[in-house]
């Protein structure tokens, strides 16, 4: 007993509170998953059985896009795609398959007012893109237009950013881009019209223009689909004196439309 007292003590009387709080509303609201509505123990989590549909990306990939091979090569190969068209950023990874499960959570975040999800995504982003994150000056989210985020109350690229960054001594720029153009959805557009769609839809915030030369930025955004919004991104940001520039994004669509 007297051991539980001292430990008791060395936490701070703010965190117990927090704890408290979040056991009386654990058993008023018992946390249940996203996905599948069943009960889990704690929150941000998902239930086994969601975990068992999540197409998490691993093994090899184009070293540039991350799209993943079916085969084992060698590190640093290049898809064909990138062989013959090097995107503008330099490594994208993600850390979901783009499917009906992936898309789902994704939409209840987006759409469904599931912010409670950002950490959960957060930490999966963190442990997909631990090289990434060591080698990033700036940790930054793709910005949304002000009309749309009037409307959604969030940006959910913001929201995933800083879940990411918990503890690993980034700050992110939540600022660092903004959208100066509203565009219209992309969702049936092809590839080409997307890059034509996100053309001139971005820029650096004066507050920035000087303090980027050099610079090694990570962009967060929470679907990867052709690449064109963060190749527009990217082609700013160069402009703006950044020396390279990765993407990390939750899901990817493996198949892009042309």
């Not at 509170?17 to 123990?41: M, N, V």
């Not at 409307?151 to 720029?173: C, E, I, K, S, V």
Request: charged letters at 25%; hydrophobic letters at 40%.
């Amino acid at each position: 007993m007297e051991g539980r007292r001292e430990n008791d003590a060395s936490v701070p009387l703010t965190a117990q509170l927090a704890g408290a709080a979040r056991a009386g509303l654990d058993l008023l609201l018992p946390p249940r998953c996203p996905e599948t509505g069943a009960l889990i123990s704690g929150a941000p989590a998902v239930s086994a059985d969601a975990w068992r549909n999540l197409h998490f990306l691993a093994g090899p990939c184009c070293e540039c896009c991350g799209l993943p091979f079916d085969i084992d090569l060698p590190a640093g190969t290049l898809c064909a795609a990138c062989e013959a068209s090097p995107p503008r950023y330099d490594r994208a990874r993600a850390v979901l398959a783009y499917d009906d499960f992936s898309k789902s959570l994704l939409l209840n975040l987006k759409h469904g007012d599931r912010t409670d999800l950002a950490p959960l995504l957060g930490r999966w982003l963190r442990r997909a893109g631990r090289a990434l994150i060591a080698q990033a000056d700036v940790v930054a989210p793709v910005p949304m237009h002000r009309s749309r985020l009037f409307r959604r109350r969030f940006n959910q690229a913001g929201l995933l950013a800083a879940g990411m960054t918990q503890g690993t001594g980034h700050r992110p720029a939540l600022d660092l881009l903004e959208r100066i153009r509203a565009t219209p959805t992309q969702g049936h557009l092809s590839r080409l019209a997307r890059s034509r769609n996100v053309r001139g839809a971005f820029a650096v915030r004066p507050k920035y223009r000087g303090e980027l030369d050099g610079k090694r930025v990570l962009l967060v955004d929470d679907v990867f689909t052709t690449g064109a919004t963060v190749e527009e991104c990217a082609r700013i940001l160069r402009r703006a004196g950044v020396d390279a520039v990765d993407v990390i994004t939750v899901a990817r669509v493996l198949r892009p439309r042309h």
